[in-house]
């Protein structure tokens, strides 16, 4: 299900009720509980991968921009996004924007929504025009299915994803502990599955893997512990995932499907205006991420305590080829890092890299580097 690019139980899921709908969105964050209690079903999109050739795609994009928007494109071109009846483009940068535009200009679905984000986060500014962001989208979907949204109905799908948030954080806690119990490409297609299936479903799927991993299983290896950032849109290929692992080491924190599990904590599930709870919870409770304007909390100063709760060796630093974002965040992150005397490499992929060699060799010398002859980050040393 992780990776099937013709959204096969999505579609099943959206023939079972005639007021049922699909709402298609992108990476990064996108607020997933207003869609469910419209009953509807917000269906990540993640780009093609190494599954899609992109062969009309570049057509449509300069050769200096990262590749998701090509792969994207192809797939609406083949028509692999048939039955959603919407569209979601939150904001990430202007490549994104672009895209929203190029969905218009194709007539996908029966409505296309570029969904802007606060920069400023004083609620009376900034999330006044977020909540009002978000009442447009539900203003759509009604217009679609003629659900209305109560405050019981969207109070209880807050609920849902507050436990689906919980759990995907579960499986990270217990994997910082004992990453060789669960890989982090297995990790990855667990979490993914959330992407395309009901919020219910993957509950039910993230308990089972919790409870699998709670017990003693595998056996560890001489590996380092290493957070990997960058990642937080374009997906880098599971075989990327894999590679860190045989170079040597364990992911026990990544920014990998960040969307997921966005908000650091709960939303009220008790509040008479849960729009309102669901907006306060972006402004006080995002994560670390090249794609928040930060004022008052520095993204190094975040990295350093996430460093600090994962206890980790080192620091990835993956980004797209051509993430402005992303690319432009790393330089003030690494700098920390060195001040911090944290050790860290970088370097770049896209979603269809195919070959890893290079990489491999590059992390199998981070690795053994730090194993032979580094002392360990201790987390009173930060």
Same mark, same amino acid.
Request: hydrophobic share 40%; net charge negative.
């Given at each position: ?22 709402? /298609? ?23 093609? +991968? ?75 500014? +900034? ?17 679609l299915n003629g659900v209305k949204v109560t405050t019981a109905r969207l109070n209880h799908s807050i609920g849902l994803f507050n436990l689906n948030r919980h759990l995907i954080n579960q499986l990270y806690d217990i994997r910082q502990e004992f990453p060789w119990r669960l890989t982090a490409a297995d990790l990855y297609h667990v979490v993914r599955a959330g992407n395309v299936i009901p919020v219910e479903e993957h509950n039910e799927i993230l308990s ?5 991993? +709670? ?14 950032? /960058?990642?937080?849109?374009?997906? !880098? ?58 004022? /008052? ?22 980004? !797209? ?7 432009l965040d790393h330089p003030i992150l690494q700098k920390e890092c060195n001040d911090k005397n944290i050790r860290f490499i970088s370097f770049m992929y896209s979603e269809n890299t195919g070959q890893f060699k290079v990489i491999k060799e590059q992390v ?19």
């Open positions: 299900m992780a990776f099937d690019l013709s959204f096969t139980r999505a579609r099943e899921w959206k023939s079972q009720d005639k007021d049922r709908v699909l709402v /298609g969105h992108m990476p990064v964050y996108f607020p997933r509980e207003i869609i469910h209690a419209a009953n509807g079903l917000a269906v990540g999109i993640l780009g093609g +991968g190494d599954k899609k050739l992109i062969i009309k795609g570049d057509a449509y994009y300069q050769s200096y921009i990262c590749h998701i928007p090509r792969s994207i494109i192809e797939l609406a071109l083949d028509k692999h996004f048939e039955g959603f009846d919407g569209f979601i483009f939150p904001s990430i940068c202007d490549v994104i924007r672009n895209l929203s535009g190029m969905f218009q200009l194709l007539g996908e679905g029966k409505f296309v929504k570029y969904l802007d984000f606060p920069q400023n986060f004083k609620y009376h500014i +900034g999330g006044t025009f977020y909540r009002h962001e978000l009442q447009t989208v539900l203003d759509e979907v009604y217009k089972e893997v919790v409870q699998l991993i +709670g017990e003693e299983i595998g056996d560890p290896m001489d590996k380092i512990r290493v957070l990997v950032i /960058g990642a937080f849109c374009e997906q !880098p290929p599971a075989g990327l995932i894999r590679t860190i692992k045989l170079a040597g080491c364990y992911i026990v924190e990544d920014d990998f499907l960040l969307g997921l599990k966005w908000i650091q904590g709960d939303i009220d599930t008790d509040s008479a205006e849960p729009l309102e709870a669901i907006t306060k919870a972006y402004l006080d409770k995002s994560p670390l991420s090249s794609s928040v304007f930060d004022v /008052g909390n520095t993204k190094e100063a975040r990295l350093v305590d996430l460093i600090r709760h994962r206890k980790v060796d080192g620091v990835i630093f993956a980004a !797209p080829s051509f993430c402005d974002p992303a690319l199998g010398t981070f690795s053994d580097s730090i194993k032979l002859w580094d002392e360990p980050v201790l987390a009173d040393s930060l």
